[in-house]
């Protein structure tokens, strides 16, 4: 029996994010759950499960990415320090969570938890604004609305 992947098919899979845009080895995310400002994703641009089914120069894109993106959410969101989570137990989709922490934010020295029991949801404009904001910093094209 096969599913369609939730990054390989249509958006309508992907409700908890809002796309920023395609970059080398992957495709960043802002993540609809704001509890900390400037979450991403950033998802492989290759359906493979874990980092070492990626050639070394995919991953050397894929990382890259994340690099780039990390340094537009420091300029843009300012936070005190970002976490870096692959986890991917139950995933068949490698992807990497980006996430800005605040000293004065929720789970300062904690681990974060994927699915928040209580989500911070932005209103629509304030997620475009998120991405426009992501996509000028990046020097990604401005494509539709969110
Ligand atoms: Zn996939």
Redesign the pocket.
């Known amino acids: 029996m096969s599913e369609v992947?939730?990054?390989?098919?249509g958006p309508e899979l992907r409700p908890d994010m809002v796309e920023v845009g395609p970059m080398p080895g992957g495709t960043l995310y802002l993540h609809r759950d704001q509890t900390h400002p400037g979450r991403l994703l950033m998802?492989?641009a290759r359906?493979v499960r874990k980092i070492t089914d990626l050639s070394p120069e995919e991953y050397a894109s894929l990382m890259d990415s994340v690099y780039r993106a990390a340094q537009a959410v420091t300029s843009i969101y300012q936070p005190d320090k970002i976490n870096y989570l692959v986890f991917g137990d139950t995933s068949?989709?490698l992807h990497i969570h980006i996430v800005p922490k605040y000293r004065q934010g929720k789970d300062w020295g904690k681990v974060f938890l994927t699915d928040e029991p209580d989500p911070v949801y932005l209103t629509p404009q304030e997620y475009q604004d998120g991405v426009s904001a992501l996509r000028r910093q990046l020097g990604l094209k401005e494509t539709e609305g969110v």
């Open positions: 992947c939730k990054f390989c098919g998802v492989s359906h068949t989709h």
